[in-house]
């Protein structure tokens, strides 16, 4: 898909999974003005399951202590 859309563009496209569910909405005869809707409905499932896995095994606390720990802040 990506490779299609830059040829026909004529620039460097690059798609995401937001783009992948469109496509297969439209393949599947989805409404345009329904697409929306459904890629959100999607993100947030999956943000939900990203919330779950940091409260189930967290991780967010080391990846700051770790950026904290490794870069030189100035005042």
């Known amino acids: 898909m990506e490779s299609s859309l830059s040829?026909?563009?004529g620039k460097k496209i690059v798609t995401n999974v937001s783009a992948a569910i469109g496509a297969a909405l439209a393949?599947?005869?989805?409404?345009s003005n329904m697409m929306r809707g459904v890629v959100l409905t999607a993100r947030c499932a999956g943000l939900v399951g990203h919330l779950m896995e940091e409260l189930?095994?967290?991780?967010a606390s080391a990846l700051w202590e770790g950026a904290q720990k490794n870069v030189d802040?100035?005042?």
């Open 7 to 9: 040829e026909e563009l």
């Open 56 to 59: 189930n095994t967290p991780a």
């Open 73 to 75: 802040y100035h005042d």
């Open 27 to 31: 393949e599947a005869s989805i409404p």
